[in-house]
């Protein structure tokens, strides 16, 4: 909004030409968001005390958790209202991916809040069923992308980039309804990830700030194209266009470093949840922040064509992901269990770690397989 303002006014007072640069309103969104998450969370926190609105903790994870008991949850309601606040205030609202991406987070975020509800409404509740939850998942991811594919003017194909490729060698062309099913699949499943990994004070928004960052700088160089000034024979100097997605042999996305802005409003709203929910937390950003900042991810990954990447860059909630997984299935195979308890994090709990370096050991990863993704930019 101010960014179509200042736009128009450009003429008037020529320094508002600087907000024509998604790379300067990247850290402004970044930025605003951050203040109003590090400002409101005080005052978010007693509100949530006030309403009694505490954590239920569940009885086998032990005493250690149980201090936790009563701790404010759906604290992820702030960290959703500044994304969507800094991303309304400074991206190009004309840009049909900004929708989709503000969408899947408040209506994934909507279904955090019911299951939350559920769960605070009656003590020792599980919220919805699980069918119930990943029904109306998958029919928010559905509609978001069949949206963007029919509704919109931006132009979506159906090529699947592989990691490691150069995109011009070699990529998957899928017909449009195995696309849409694809991309649901994967914002879906990118959604539960996050909140499977939130079970630890920061081990969850830790490698969301790290992915959304690593998603953002992905989403800028596939849509940026730089003009160069160059001097020419005879001493003239001409104008070439540099464009980053060809250099770097991967999909060109028109408007997609629009996203960039998005992203840097999560990982401003990311920090600012993080000072508050560090150990021992003083807030839990609830299933309302985990299935919102999840699907955010997801619908990155899909809108910037890194859907196989995206493995790689949440390599931390996609282990613990795959550990529930192998627990509950080796399980009702052989009645054994794999790790001492699923998700993996509550396995070196078990093992004798203790939280913080669970969390900082884990986060550790994350920077580390998101600098591997980045590093496939030049092995391609």
Known sequence: MLFHLFFELKETFSPLNVFRYPSFRIVIGLLTSLTITYALYPWFIRRLQERQIGQVIREELG??????????????ILIVFAVVVSTLLWADLRNPLIWVAVGVTLLFAAIGFIDDAMKLGERGSRGLSEKGKLGAQFLVAGAAMAGLMFATDASVNTEVALPFVSVDKFSIELPVWAWIAASMFIIVGASNAVNLTDGLDGLAIGPVVVASGTFGLLA????TILVVPVIAAGGVETYAQFDFAEYLKIPHIAGAAELAIFAGAIMGAGVGFLWFNTFPAQVFMGDVGSLALGGALGAMAVLTKNELL?????????????????????????????????PIHHHFEKRGWNETQIVVRFWIISILLCLAALASLKLR
Do not use: N
């Open 63 to 76: 005493e250690g958790h149980q201090v936790k008991q009563d701790t404010p949850t759906m604290g992820g």
């Open 220 to 223: 800028y160089v596939s849509a």
């Open 310 to 342: 995206c493995i790689l860059i949440m390599g931390i909630p996609v282990v613990e992901t795959v550990s529930v997984i192998i627990q509950r299935y080796y399980f009702k195979a052989t009645g054994k269990r794999v790790f001492l308890m699923a």
